[in-house]
């Protein structure tokens, strides 16, 4: 029961730290449905481990009734989860979601495989952010503290430290596994990021603007010499009017 409730203030204490739209524990207490699906994915989950499997799969579609929020009864669920908004949320079967998570609306761990008995959602590090709208389909690891920019999909692993936006999903800022201190991004997105598609694309209007340039005066230069040549034909018939009719 201790720990019950220790788990109880952690997460609350969890939307405090990440929502500054939290005004007060009562609030937080009975208006937040990312909340409720946590607590009520736990009832669930325990009614799963314990061989009650159509009791865990009531209890989580009733609380997807409530809240909006799809959670199976067998995924993993860390500590201090905190699914923002949260309506639309999807976890599948095999999802695993490290603690300390951030989960916007719309978000859909699911799988692309149709294979019982086999890892087929994702699995979610320590301090993963996955912004709102994006889907991550596969049986493989997002690594401690990535970024999952908005409406991302996300079809491979990730590593740690990493953002990653777009549909496919690529890496825009990989580094370090994100520190305990490191700054939140809210809706998975970091600011002054770069897209790399972007700059290559920037990389190659440079480089063919240079072109153009180059060809540009070696035309001028060829011009150059040609009326030099040409010149130099002129003065050459007059010196020599035979060689000329020649």
Known sequence: MTFMFRQLREDMTSVFERDPAARSSWEVLTCYPGLHAVWIHRLAHWFWRHGLLWLGRLVSHAG?????????????????????????????????????????????????????????????????????GAKVLGGFTVGDGAKIGSNAVVVKEVPAGASVVGIPGRIVDEGQAQQEKAHFAAYGVVPNQVDPYA???????????????????????????EHKLAEGAADASKADPLRAIK
Do not use: N
């Open 199 to 225: 700059k290559t694309l920037q990389s190659l209007l440079e480089h063919s603007q240079e072109l153009e340039r180059t060809v540009s005066g070696l035309g001028e230069k060829l011009r150059r010499i």
């Open 64 to 132: 997807r009734w409530v809240t909006g929020i799809e959670i199976h009864p067998a995924a993993l669920v860390g500590r201090r989860v905190f699914i923002d908004h949260g309506m639309g949320v999807v976890v599948g079967e095999t999802a695993e979601i490290g603690d300390d998570c951030t989960i916007y609306q719309g978000v859909t761990l699911g799988g692309t495989s149709l294979y019982r008995g086999a890892k087929r959602h994702p699995t979610l590090g320590k301090g993963v952010v996955v912004g709102a």
